[in-house]
């Protein structure tokens, strides 16, 4: 077992975690994640210009949350061992040289092997997220780190908005040259600014990752926390990678009038804070179910949306933006609960399952787009929160409520 959660680093209890450092790690975290996104909305311009099909098109997006969920499983755990300062910033320097190259390449092949790198690389905002839960006192870490959540997810929507204004006017080559000199100025910040921590934890590379295993056997609470947040995340890629491409087919949007209906999505950043602060308050069961129903509900204007047009898409992003990172963040407040010492292993692997999620429901974008239509996009996707609340229901609640 890891050493005791006492054992945290002399180094951090000196620290205070002031308003400002809250903000840079918000700002950062934002920054770190928008790689993963940015060619979410334009692999409709990436593919033709660089000779792909449609299918080859759609695995941008699936492996750069591929190599996001490996960096995960096997970057991050590291956080429990080594310096975590040292950690983060020589991951994002690999991000910079991946998003660099992604804009010179002209080879497909080398294109989706870049986007593997940028995923793998840019799992540096989870050694930062640990690392601020760390650095929180009890009694606020779920406000702090929802606060920094929402620096996160903030990144995650508007990441989508920004690429395709950027795209629309500069090509989508600039997108990630722009993406590689604002890595190396947050980067080269975080360098300056945050604290150190050594973890006092003693083990080698794979005893460490070996550990991992031990933690899902032993933590139903991860377990059904990483399963919820990994069918929810399923959801949302499914919606996020489709729905652009309806935009642009069906109603012939424009790169720009894209953009502007993704940043719409962006209010749903607005629920980190709250799930926070109701988790503070013991109110994650409840919070819980009401974020799982939400997701669910949120596709009742999507499956009709020829009567509501645009519109009926507009509300569906919203509302499954809120409930997804709402569910987000109360898992995460109830993981981190659970040993501090294992933080960084806790967080690999929720969010490993989160993106392995992610992943396969970008995956399924296009080919279920192609055979069926929006109509089969969106009952695909309203399956994924429907089993979520099932297990919720018949496993998870009474478990929660016997924890609690």
């Known amino acids: 077992m890891p050493t005791p959660s006492s054992t945290l680093g002399r180094k951090t209890h000196a620290i205070e975690l002031t308003q400002g450092l809250i903000a840079l790690f918000a700002f950062s975290c934002g920054a770190i994640v928008a790689n993963l996104y940015y060619a979410q909305p334009i692999t409709e311009l990436i593919g033709p210009s660089l000779h792909m099909s449609a299918g080859s098109a759609s695995l941008i997006v699936s492996l750069t949350q591929i190599g996001y969920a490996l960096g995960l499983f096997f970057i991050v755990p590291l956080g429990d061992l080594l310096e975590n300062r040292k950690l983060m910033i020589a991951t994002a320097l690999v991000s910079i040289v991946s998003l660099a190259a992604a804009s010179l390449a002209h080879s497909p092949g080398w294109f989706l092997a870049l986007s593997l790198l940028i995923g793998f690389s840019s799992v540096a905002v989870q050694i930062l997220i640990p690392l601020a839960a ?3 006192p009890d009694h606020a870490r779920g406000r702090i780190v929802g606060t920094i959540m929402s620096g996160l997810l903030l990144g995650i929507l508007l990441s989508r908005p920004l690429s395709s204004l950027v795209a629309d006017h500069f090509g989508w080559r600039f997108v990630f040259a722009a993406a590689a000199v604002l890595m190396a100025l947050v980067t080269a910040i975080l360098a300056l600014t945050i604290p150190r921590r050594q973890p006092e934890h003693q083990a080698s590379y794979f005893e460490l990752i070996g550990s991992l295993l031990h933690l899902v056997r032993t ?20 919606f996020w990678t489709a729905v652009p491409i309806e935009l642009t087919r069906h109603y012939g949007l424009s790169q720009s009038a ?36 939400a997701a669910a509900l949120a596709y009742t204007p999507a499956l009709i949306h020829p009567a509501f047009g645009v519109y009926g898409l507009v509300v569906t992003g919203i509302v499954l933006d809120f409930a997804v990172q709402m569910n987000m963040v109360l898992g995460q407040r109830e993981i981190y609960a659970l040993h501090a010492a294992s933080r960084g292993r806790l967080n690999a692997l929720y969010m490993t399952s989160i993106f392995v999620g992610g992943a396969a429901g ?17 009952c695909v996707a309203l399956a994924f929160p429907l089993v979520s609340l099932g297990h919720f229901l018949l496993v998870g609640r009474p478990h929660a409520r016997t924890t609690a």
Not at 219 to 238: E, I, K, T
């Open 219 to 238: 933590m139903p609470v991860l377990r059904h926390r990483a399963l919820y947040q990994g069918l929810m995340f399923a959801s949302f890629s499914l």
């Open 134 to 136: 760390h650095l929180a």
């Open 258 to 293: 894209i953009a502007v209906f993704a940043l719409v999505g962006a209010i749903g950043a607005t629920s980190a804070p709250v799930a926070g602060r109701l988790a503070d308050a013991g109110h994650s069961v409840r919070a819980t179910f009401i974020a799982l129903i």
């Open 362 to 378: 970008s995956a399924l974008a296009s080919t279920l787009y192609e055979h069926g239509g929006w109509t089969l996009i969106a």
